[in-house]
Nanobody, 121 residues
Framework: QVQLVESGGGLVQAGGSLRLSCAAS????????MDWYRQAPGKQRELVAT???????NYADSVKGRFTISRDNAKNSVALQMTSLKPEDTAVYYC???????????????WGQGTLVTVSS
């Protein structure tokens, strides 16, 4: 059983910064992509940032230049550094990981429990 544990959410004023962290534990052979999603009240979950096993990063247009995704392969962890936060960044942020349990197994996926980020104006 693979689990993701997230931390780092909270309340911050507009213009401030927060860092989210997510660590995977359990039976993992390798991790492919690691992502952060968010879901604001009344809205659909959206992809915020992705980082591949090779380190390629992609961001939603709404966060480009403000958020930075990084990963530590030795620790099976991913982080999201968020700066210049805006009230519209308020959402529950979810970590998402695609992984394999053996060299030849198919990709599996797992979600974190979510962490709330609230940006006040």
């Amino acid at each position: 059983q693979v689990q993701l544990v997230e931390s780092g959410g909270g309340l911050v004023q507009a213009g401030g910064s927060l860092r989210l962290s997510c660590a995977a534990s359990g039976r993992i052979f390798s991790i492919d992509t690691m992502d952060w999603y968010r879901q604001a009240p009344g809205k659909q979950r959206e992809l915020v940032a992705t980082i591949t096993s090779g380190g390629t990063r992609n961001y939603a247009d709404s966060v480009k230049g403000r958020f930075t995704i990084s990963r530590d392969n030795a620790k099976n962890s991913v982080a999201l550094q968020m700066t210049s936060l805006k009230p519209e960044d308020t959402a529950v942020y979810y970590c998402h990981v695609r992984f394999r349990v053996t060299l030849i197994s198919s990709n599996l996926e797992v979600w974190g429990q979510g962490t709330l980020v609230t940006v006040s104006s």
